[in-house]
């Protein structure tokens, strides 16, 4: 069974610090992604990488950096968390080297910065 | 202008009503488009593919407007568990990224 996993469901920060969120994946995908969601915003991709230690930037990298050392593993890094930043966090994977390939996402992660 | 854009309801119906609603994409060179179903506080799924020539999923049948820009999904004879978010999704170029609408929130009522 596919699967997808994030490191905490729901955190809690204070501005400045720094925070990291860990997705792993099970499936051996090439493919993972960062999103947050927002309320009436949708999904909005952060970074994705295709590759171990290859990483692009999405439609909103500013204040996030991304780390690939290992397949199954895709970390999202705040370097300074700030209050805008406070969103719903989805770390996603896919196999394909397509965007037509399914999106398996993970529960996601709460994030509130304080 | 959002690239992708949808009524974010919510649509309320009755169990075994027929429910549609509709999505607009900016980008006219989009390829690829799909419906997600995302349950409250769950992550969002794959529901289907939609085609050019549409396609039906049991009681979902999704139809694409090319000319129109836009995609659509039916539901007939609604269900208790259809209750969720219905998220519109779009390749707008050939590469990984896809682009997601706000949702459209549906609720199925005894």
């Known amino acids: 069974d596919v699967k997808v996993t994030q490191s905490s469901r729901y955190l809690v920060k204070r501005t400045g610090e720094k925070v990291f969120l860990e997705c792993v994946q099970d499936?051996?995908?090439?493919?993972m992604f960062w999103y947050r969601q927002d309320p009436g915003l949708g999904l909005r991709l952060i970074y994705f990488?295709?590759?171990?230690?290859?990483?692009e930037k999405g439609d909103i990298p500013e204040g996030y950096s991304v780390s690939r050392e290992k397949k199954e593993r895709f970390s999202l890094i705040l370097e300074s968390a700030s209050t805008n930043q406070t969103s719903m966090y989805l770390c996603?994977?896919?196999?394909?080297?397509?965007?037509?390939?399914?999106?398996?996402f993970g529960p996601g992660t709460r994030l509130t910065v304080l | 202008r959002k690239e992708v854009e949808q009524d974010p309801g919510p649509f309320n119906v009755p169990e075994g009503a027929t429910v549609a609603f509709n999505c607009t994409y900016s980008?006219?060179?989009?390829?690829?488009f799909f419906w997600y179903r995302q349950d409250c506080r769950k992550e969002p799924k794959l529901l289907m593919s939609?085609?050019?020539s549409g396609n039906e999923d049991g009681r979902f049948t999704a139809q694409l407007n090319r000319a129109s820009q836009y995609i659509s999904l039916l539901i007939r004879d609604s269900k208790l568990s259809d209750s969720a978010t219905y998220l519109c999704?779009?390749?707008?170029?050939?590469?990984?990224?896809?682009?997601f609408g706000a949702g459209t929130t549906v609720t199925v009522r005894a």
């Open positions: 996603a994977s896919t196999s394909g080297a397509t965007s037509t390939d399914t999106q398996y």
């Open positions: 499936m051996d995908h090439e493919n």
């Open positions: 990488s295709y590759d171990v230690k290859m990483k």
């Open positions: 980008n006219s060179a989009s390829q690829s």
């Open positions: 939609v085609y050019s």
């Open positions: 999704v779009v390749n707008i170029q050939s590469d990984y990224k896809l682009s």
